[in-house]
């Protein structure tokens, strides 16, 4: 394969994942140019003439103005490298011990080069994890995966009731190790107490592992990246 064959197929798998990753948060409609745009930090037009080619090969649905949909074979073609990136992320983490605020940018390397042989072992060692260390569920072999259905955002869940974080929306590693630094992590138990729209500020009561609860301040836009499930 010829290296500008690999730059491609790399680019074209990039763009499908990010695809993937907008239609499940969006439900399953049309993603947007500019969110695409956005994420890859690349410009709209670019981003069109891209989709114009992926249309072209039975990759994408799009609709000049509404946006694209991923086709059946586009879609598993995405939960394949979806897949490959997740379980990278928390093989770095378990097993290599790197910082989850680390593995996003190391991952986006390694999907693409790494074999199957490579992930399929990966995933037998971590024993079949269903979510990688973002709380983001991790496609089994065939790309099928259950989407969580109940989950709220810091910003909506009920006030005075405990809630437990599932999933980050924002892997940044700035915005991770905020998180980590006040000990939102997935797993944390915590109840939100008060949100302030004049201050921009949500406050919370995290739990601690020592059975000791902390107040955290948290801003109303870094809340609305913390996905949480109602604790059992």
């Not at 994942?17 to 695409?36: D, N």
């Amino acid at each position: 394969m010829s290296k500008k064959t690999a730059t491609a197929t790399s680019t074209v798998e990039d763009y499908l994942k990010v695809v993937l990753v907008h239609q499940q948060r969006h439900q399953g409609q049309r993603v947007g140019m500019g969110e695409i745009a956005s994420a890859l930090e690349v410009a709209p037009g670019t981003v069109t003439a891209m989709m114009k080619t992926l249309s072209e090969s039975g990759l994408v649905d799009y609709e000049p103005y509404s946006g694209v949909l991923l086709t059946e074979s586009g879609h598993r073609l995405a939960a394949h490298v979806q897949r490959r990136h997740r379980l990278i992320e928390l093989f770095l983490v378990e097993v290599m011990k790197l910082d989850w605020s680390e593995v996003h940018a190391e991952a986006e390397l390694l999907e693409h080069a790494v074999s199957d042989r490579l992930i399929e072992r990966m995933d037998e060692m971590l024993g079949h994890p269903s979510t990688d260390p973002h709380g983001d569920p991790i496609p089994d072999s065939t790309g099928c995966f259950e989407e969580p259905s109940d989950l709220e955002t810091l910003l909506a869940c009920a006030v005075e009731k405990p809630v437990q974080i599932v999933r980050v929306r924002d892997q940044s590693a700035e915005f991770l190790k905020l998180l980590e630094r006040d000990g939102l992590m997935p797993g944390t138990a915590l109840t939100v107490l008060d949100r302030n729209d004049a201050a921009d500020t949500v406050e919370l009561r995290v739990d601690g592992e020592d059975g000791r609860a902390r107040r955290v301040s948290l801003g109303q836009r870094a809340a609305a990246k913390i996905l949480v499930s109602a604790e059992v």
